[in-house]
């Protein structure tokens, strides 16, 4: 009970500091985006404290999360660790690591953003080439795209060349998806990433 009192406490006291910011900062409070985690946070708060659901206080159910609750826990732990982050680097030491960090991020987003429809060009045709391949059927083939871009592409399994495999299963479109494969190699793996390397290793040598 004394627990749980302290942290509903300690919870009104962060909303209140909260609340004097954006009274202080007015509009310029949501152009942050430390601004942002904090709001997330707290809001998720009371959401994921209850072992049932906020929205039945009658229940005498115990240690059962609804399973909306975890996808909340997920995101504002999250959020919670990077504020800690953050916050360390307010501090001189390691400020310059943070600051560095978020100067790369925000050129990767710019970049992301130019190159954008690069992507989704071969993520579409991945999808349409390789529609046998479990990876390529569910949507999350855009974190799939994202992994082959950092190098894993995993040649054999796409084209079936196992040696393990008693007997080769035959693809689909053999010689357009090498074609479209080598593409995404030379223009993002090689190419487009060694661009965002030399865009980040600029943003340090700015810092």
């Known amino acids: 009970m004394v627990s749980w009192v302290l942290m509903w406490t300690f919870t009104i006291i962060y ?15 949501f152009k942050e ?11 998720s708060f009371p ?29 504002a732990i999250f959020c919670t660790w990077v504020l800690q982050m953050l916050i360390v680097g307010k501090i001189p030491r390691f400020g310059i690591y943070v600051e560095v960090f978020k100067k790369v991020a925000k050129t990767f987003i710019s970049f992301s953003a130019a190159f954008f429809f690069l992507l989704v060009a071969f993520t579409l045709s991945f999808v349409v080439l ?20 950092l190098g894993e592409i995993e040649y054999d399994d796409l084209f079936k060349n196992d040696p393990e495999m008693e007997k080769p299963e035959h693809v689909l479109f053999p010689f357009t998806s090498h074609i479209m494969l080598g593409a995404f190699i030379l223009m993002i793996s090689m190419v487009l990433m060694n661009v965002l390397f030399g865009l980040a290793v600029a943003d340090i040598q700015v810092q």
Request: with cysteine; net charge positive; glycine share 2%.
């Open 15 to 29: 909303i209140l500091y909260e609340c004097t910011k954006v009274f202080h900062m007015r509009s310029k409070y």
């Open 33 to 43: 985006v430390e601004s942002w985690l904090h709001l997330v946070t707290f809001i």
């Open 47 to 75: 959401l994921i404290s209850f072992h049932n659901t906020p929205f039945s206080w009658t229940s005498t159910k115990v240690l059962e999360l609804r399973w909306w609750q975890y996808h909340i826990n997920g995101f």
């Open 130 to 149: 390789f529609q046998e391949k479990l990876a390529f059927k569910h949507p999350s083939v855009v974190v799939k795209v994202f992994v082959m871009m």
